[in-house]
């Protein structure tokens, strides 16, 4: 049961940030808001991948360990997305939200358009 409800959080924790997020890239070119929402899609997967995986963590080491590969994989998604996005002159910024994994908050940054 447990389970079931680390889980359910994870969906809903995704599905929040898929459904808000969207809309500050609005004002932005179509191609830039196409990436912008690709690489949104892929945080909120790699959260939710995550959430799942420190349900199975066995100790507070690997606890960190996916936390660590979180944050590393979030952070090159970000990277590549403003690179690509400043090749079409749109500067993009992360505003940080809070996710729950393992029981530890982490700051996690999906974009918005400036």
Known sequence: MKFRTKRTTALILSLLLLLLLPSTVL??????????????SQIAKTIEQAVVAATHAASEQALEQIIDQL???????????????????????????DVEIGGQTVQIDPFYVW
């Open 27 to 40: 004002a932005a070119a179509p191609e830039t808001s196409s990436l912008v929402d690709k690489a949104n």
């Open 71 to 97: 944050l590393a994989r979030t952070e090159r998604i970000v990277d590549r997305t403003i690179k690509q996005a400043a090749k079409d002159g749109i500067n993009l910024g992360a505003e940080y939200i």
